[in-house]
């Protein structure tokens, strides 16, 4: 019925937009990177600052920094990120796209593993 549909589509609304408003407010906390609120889309586009060192060590890696982060991050924890430097974006300016897809209640699970990462990130190549 058209009520059934409804309150599933209200309700599955409802829930991209509380995973959207964790996420960016958890990107946010981050050290050095800046999330526009996400607003009519399932993934966020933060840049990222990275260390030089950072920078250093994806020349030497032969990649994009914003990949080394991603890629690093994907051995440490799992997450996906997909690089910002694959979107065509600004020389000189890091990015990556991530989605709000992960089910509501890991959200927070996804957050901790993401900020222990970052700092631990930061710290080896500060």
Not at 52 to 79: F, H, P, R, S, V
Not at 103 to 117: G, N, Q, S, T, Y
Request: some cysteine; glycine content about 8%.
């Amino acid at each position: 019925s058209y009520a059934t549909y409804k309150a599933e589509r209200d309700g599955i609304l409802a829930s991209l937009r509380r995973r959207a408003g964790m996420l960016s407010e958890a990107l946010n906390r981050l050290e050095g990177v800046s999330c526009n609120t996400i607003d009519g889309a399932l993934y966020a586009f933060p840049t990222i600052t990275l260390p030089a060192k950072a920078i250093e060590a994806a020349k030497k890696a032969d990649m994009e920094a914003d990949a080394l982060y991603c890629m690093e991050l994907l051995d440490n924890t799992g997450i996906v990120l997909v690089p910002g430097s694959g979107f065509g974006q600004r020389a000189g300016t890091y990015h990556f796209r991530c989605t709000i897809l992960p089910p509501e209640d890991k959200i927070a699970d996804v957050v901790k593993l993401m900020d222990a990462f970052h700092s631990d990130f930061l710290k080896r190549y500060a």
